[in-house]
């Protein structure tokens, strides 16, 4: 008889400690879900001030091609370095504009309702793009300082030619080709370059993005 009431309280028992163990998982699943609503609603609402900026980006940029090539049409030939420096300038300008239409898609695509690793993706994608546009814009930096030569002033022996505008040309063409070897993915977590990277708001706001989501992950191991 008393066999018998153990095996009824150890089963009681049992039944018990399966409906707490029950309990806590949905109450896990439930505190996961609604972490997960909070950081995901959080990120996607630091992203909005990126949109509003690719957006900005791009119509600026198309008055600005616009402006120069009008320049470059009225001028032609008459001046072979205003009007290839003013090219270069506006085949760079595009190419940014172009990526900055695909980061758009990009951005307009991450839904509320996406996974967690979906939208980390996407975010991986748009730094990942976000440092190659910045290496490519660079690279007009040295046609900034060739604009306003003319043919008569290089074939001159003017000496604020030669030993101030040139010297500086020089010096920006060293120092573009410099950045734009350094300023890759592998070196991000370099400090010079994560602050350089961190003083435009649309890659600051995309690491935020990608931390609050990260933090999803962390919070899951927790109760691993």
Known sequence: MESMELDNLLQQYQQALNQAQLLNMQSWQLNLKCF???QGQKARSSLKPVIGIKVLAL???ILWVGFL???VFAVGWKNPYFSISLSMIILFTLLAMAAYTWH??????IKYEDNVLDTQAKISKLKLST???LRIILLQIPFHCTWFWSP???NSHDIKFWLISFPIFIAFTALTIWLFLQIKPQNVNKPWLKKFLSLGIEYKNLEQAESMLAEIKEFKMDFV
């Open 104 to 109: 758009l898609s990009i951005l307009l695509s």
């Open 69 to 71: 090539g009008i320049l």
């Open 152 to 154: 008569d002033w290089v």
């Open 59 to 61: 119509v600026l940029g």
């Open 36 to 38: 997960e609503n909070q």
């Open 131 to 133: 440092i190659q546009m």
